[in-house]
């Protein structure tokens, strides 16, 4: 029905239902190729923000930078070259689904995915003391997937994380990736990702806690006082896990 009807929809409408689809998990050609060529054929007309959500919906897809019937090169080029032409048109919900889409590419078009992260750099760090925890956490994220240099944005997202002395358990586990994965250190955050872990231990599970251990001892490699928080973190856990799951031990 909605293919019917593609000459009707316009830039929002086809990039909406890109996103529908991508949340649905629908990958195929048939269904995915016709709302792309739409999107692209409306693109000269879309706001950043809508050739954004089509990228991250083709990221989500596996399909951003991959040529073939879906068009995914032409998708996310004309979503980077908007994004970089156009940063300040970027509010921080779109950025961090920008920054996921870069991180979602390889093979060819990984080099341009990595150099639209990289100049959408100044934008990213003058909205960060507007991002929610979450969005912070997946935007060091990406960035770290991306193997970009500690930048800025490092060093102001775990400002941020640092003042408010806690944060929401899955940004918790998604900044130990980020900084664990450059192998940053930064005892401070250590702690409050640790005391953040710690508060939430009800909705973690075993296959949380292990990598986020994993990412912490990353970040403090250098420190022994950070090396002790994360140990009393391991035991904790240990011992909580235990008694919720005697079968997983």
Not at 15 to 41: K, N, Q
Not at 217 to 241: D, E, I, Y
């Amino acid at each position: 029905a909605v293919h019917a009807r593609l000459d009707l929809l316009n830039g929002l409408e086809a990039a909406t239902v890109l996103a529908s689809l991508a949340r649905m998990g629908v990958r195929d050609e048939r269904a995915v190729a016709p709302v792309g060529a739409c999107l692209l054929d409306r693109a000269p007309d879309c706001e950043v923000k809508h050739l954004v959500v089509a990228a991250r919906a083709y990221g989500k897809l596996g399909l951003a930078g991959q040529r073939g019937p879906c068009r995914g090169d032409e998708v996310f080029g004309v979503a980077v070259q908007a994004a970089m032409d156009h940063p300040e048109s970027l509010d921080c919900a779109h950025l961090t689904m920008m920054a996921a889409a870069c991180a979602s590419v390889t093979g060819e078009d990984h080099a341009i995915a990595k150099g639209c992260l990289t100049k959408l750099q100044p934008r990213i760090q003058e909205v960060i003391r507007d991002m929610s925890p979450e969005q912070m956490a997946s935007i060091a994220q990406s960035m770290a997937r991306m193997q970009l240099p500690a930048s800025e944005a490092f060093g102001l997202i775990a400002q941020r994380a640092i003042a408010m002395d806690t944060v929401p358990p899955y940004a918790a586990l998604r900044m130990a990736s980020a900084w664990g994965t450059l192998q940053l250190q930064d005892p401070a955050l250590v702690r409050v990702l640790c005391n953040s872990a710690l508060n939430h231990l009800e909705v973690l599970d075993l296959s949380q806690l292990l990598p986020f251990i994993f990412s912490l001892s990353q970040m403090s490699s250098q420190c022994s006082r950070s090396q002790q928080t994360v140990a009393t973190l391991l035991k904790t856990a240990a011992s909580t896990l235990a008694r919720r799951s005697p079968q997983s031990w």
